[in-house]
């Protein structure tokens, strides 16, 4: 859709209530106009004020919700909320924590924030995607953690921080940053690295290093080592150390550092809306999932996300 809203203002008229969302959400999965998912009888007819959101069929009588399959399907919350949480999380270049979240849209309480930004995170993984290919630089690094309630740059002294290990690919075209893929790894070594780089390469691509020996062997890929001093590995990887330090900003200015426990939902994040800079309205139809199916989420599957495989 060409005319997607590019400011706060023009969005705020383009969804200013419940129907106008509804019609949005409507038109995406209509797009020639109604269709009965049961019959497939063309004619159909929104419900009135008591039932906004449900199309019936004039044929079969079977009722259809413009929700069905979206993140906001047996949601509580208003169409309204979940169009602006989706928008400032998609077009917002560093995102929007839920605490910021919760004041922007005045809602009631944390959870309900936090539970939102979760649902909305959960779809920036597509299932299908595809592999990295190419020349794809390939680094590791390292990043401070914050515990319970204490920020990682608060000065609260060294005990209580650990630091997580990461791994990043960026495929790289004349010069310029294609796709990117983040992941926490739990340690530096070749099983760990490999793992990594076959579950984000296609076979084919040249994975390009700074010739830490455990890329070695890497499996399906060819191997192009750089070794190189450890200060000039942002110049045979520049795209790679240019994320690095982009992330790290990011996670100090909008999370004060980020947690252990959530740390792949939120390397997910950011990969997701660095792959979609230029391309905010497909991000933005992404969260909510339009035009996909999500799986169903529980509150528990969201809390411990390593349950969830
Ligand atoms: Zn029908």
């Known amino acids: 859709m060409a005319d997607f809203p590019r400011a706060l203002i023009e969005f705020q008229r383009r969804f200013p209530d419940e129907p106008a969302c509804a019609a949005y959400l409507a038109a995406a999965r209509w797009p020639e106009g109604f269709r009965c998912p049961v ?3 063309d004619k159909g007819w929104a419900l009135g004020a008591a039932k906004p959101l449900t199309h019936e069929c004039a044929a079969c009588g079977r009722q259809t919700s413009v929700t069905a399959g979206t993140v906001m399907h047996g949601s509580k919350l208003a169409l309204t909320v979940w169009f602006w949480a989706a928008y400032l999380m998609a077009t917002h270049s560093n995102g929007i924590s839920a605490r910021q979240l919760q004041g922007q849209l005045g809602l009631g309480s944390y959870k309900t924030a936090w539970l939102l930004c979760a649902k909305l995170r959960r779809a920036m993984v597509a299932p299908e995607r595809n592999p990295l ?6 680094d590791e690094t390292t990043m401070l953690y914050r515990t319970s309630d204490a ?13 997580m290990l990461i791994a990043g690919a960026v495929e790289v075209e004349d010069n310029r940053p294609g796709r990117l893929r983040l992941a926490a790894i739990k340690d530096f070594s070749a099983a760990s690295l490999h793992a990594f780089v076959k579950g984000n390469l296609a076979p084919g691509a040249t994975a390009k290093t700074d010739g830490w020996p455990a890329y070695e062997g890497a499996p399906g890929v060819a191997h192009d080592p750089h070794v190189i001093g450890p200060m000039a590995a942002h110049i045979v990887l ?3 150390h240019r994320v690095f330090s982009n992330l ?24 997701f809306r660095f792959n979609r800079r230029r391309s ?6 992404s ?17 411990r996300p390593e349950t969830t495989g």
């Open 248 to 271: 790290k900003r990011w996670a100090l200015g909008v999370y004060h550092g980020l947690r252990q426990k959530h740390l792949q939902s939120y390397l997910d994040e950011f990969v």
């Open 39 to 41: 019959c497939r009888h």
């Open 287 to 303: 969260l909510l999932g339009i035009g996909t199916t999500l799986r169903p989420l529980t509150y528990q599957m969201l809390i």
């Open 280 to 285: 905010r309205h497909s991000a933005f139809r």
């Open 238 to 240: 520049p795209w790679a």
């Open 133 to 138: 290919a190419g020349i794809v630089e390939i």
């Open 151 to 163: 920020p990682v740059a608060g000065g609260r002294g060294r005990s209580s921080q650990g630091k």
